[in-house]
Nanobody
């Protein structure tokens, strides 16, 4: 079992930055693929960024490439999402998620962190 707790959300002006953190419980965190999803009001949940256990494989949605960076510290059981040059359209609830291997669906989810970007 893996439990995920997000932190670091908040209100920021357009052009600003925020860093989300997700602390995971469980001894197998270092072997899991970790992802950040977001869901805006009235929209489907979308994958924003993903990082493999070894950090060698990363994925970014086109809408955040060059602005967001995903990273992980396996010694601290933590995954981060650094968000720069934020836009109002980045406003959403951001969820941390985990899965045991690439190619499988995400099966562990955090409760979400609200990010609001004002224009």
């Amino acid at each position: 079992q893996v439990q995920l707790v997000e932190s670091g959300g908040g209100l920021v002006q357009a052009g600003g930055s925020l860093r989300l953190s997700c602390i995971a419980s469980g001894r197998t965190f270092s072997s899991y693929t970790m992802g950040w999803f977001r869901q805006a009001p009235g929209k489907e949940r979308e994958l924003v960024a993903e990082v493999s256990w070894s950090v060698s494989n990363q994925y970014y949605a086109d809408s955040v490439k060059g602005r967001f960076t995903i990273s992980r510290d396996n010694a601290k059981n933590t995954v981060y999402l650094q968000m720069n040059s934020l836009k109002p359209e980045d406003t959403a609830v951001y969820y941390c998620a985990a899965k045991p291997r690439p190619g499988l669906p995400y099966n562990y989810w955090g409760h979400g962190a609200q990010v609001t970007v004002s224009s």
